[in-house]
């Protein structure tokens, strides 16, 4: 059984049961607190599990649940949650809140006695949130979501998210330094900003590749969309950005391509 591990100085992390190929290992949910047996803040619940929920309401007496964003994976379990602490659910969505208020972009949360910054980072989905612990270590972590995983590379889920959005997040983020990184999927990250970096040059890259695959088949890259790219034309660019991609994941490579037209076009 996963055990609820302590990773920095105020956060402490537990493995959801719940992997798959978009979850990669389980999501992972925090427990944020400056002491054991302290007051607490749960950010993503994660899946409805009656073990994994306990076990966060067990660890400690929690203050606050904060959700990420709005994906089920993070979300389904809030409400069970909410019902066994008393604590209230706040969310970038009104939907997802259970007893709380929506979060605020540039809020300043005080809970538990903890100082826990809100930075709206769409890209992933339309209600991305970061939240930043400045406090936490030598210079203060992140917990980032989806919008920067442990390992592998986020789907912008358009049209829900942008790229565009996405990448304005991404140099956000970057901006802010050398934090620790905590992502509701794989490990955590040592520096935030390094991860930004190269998730910026990833995100170049596929474009590259797009505009690339486009020119060979005489397509302006202003122009293009999916209902222009038919049959062996979708393939060709397909297979020249994604052709690697484990079957698993292939709709999610398919979100990705779609978003990189749309942010091509300058939509």
Excluded: K, W
Excluded at 13 to 26: E, H, K, Q, S, Y
Excluded at 208 to 214: F, K, N
């Amino acid at each position: 059984m996963t055990e609820l591990r302590r990773i920095t100085e105020l956060a402490s992390v537990r493995l959801a049961p719940n992997p798959g190929p978009m979850t990669l290992d389980g999501t992972n949910s925090y427990l944020l607190r400056r002491e054991t047996g302290g007051p607490a803040v749960v950010v993503d619940p994660g899946p409805e599990d009656a073990a994994h929920l306990q076990a966060l309401a067990a660890a400690g007496p929690v203050e606050l649940i904060l959700i990420t964003h709005h994906h089920r994976d993070h979300t389904e379990g809030a409400a069970t949650l909410h019902a066994l602490t008393g604590a209230p659910v706040r969310a970038p969505s009104a939907a997802d809140c259970h007893g709380g208020e929506v979060l605020a972009d540039g809020e300043q949360i005080i809970a538990a006695g903890l100082t826990i910054e809100v930075l709206a980072t769409p890209g992933h989905t339309a209600d991305s949130v970061c939240f930043a612990l400045p406090d936490d270590g030598p210079h203060g972590s992140v917990l980032t979501g989806d919008t920067v995983l442990g390992r592998g590379s986020t789907v912008i889920g358009i049209p829900d998210g942008t790229l565009a959005q996405y990448l304005h997040s991404l140099r956000l983020l970057a901006s802010l330094g050398p934090m620790r990184g905590l992502p509701a999927h794989g490990p955590d990250l040592p520096d935030l900003a390094a991860a930004c970096a190269q998730y910026l040059q990833h995100r170049e890259e596929r474009l590259d590749q797009v505009r690339g695959a486009l020119a060979e088949l005489g397509i302006a890259a202003a122009d293009a969309d999916l209902d222009q790219l038919q049959g062996s034309a979708y393939d060709a660019v397909y297979g020249a950005v994604y052709g690697d991609v484990d079957p698993s994941v292939q709709f999610a490579a398919r979100h990705s391509l779609a978003a990189q037209l749309a942010y091509l076009r300058g939509e």
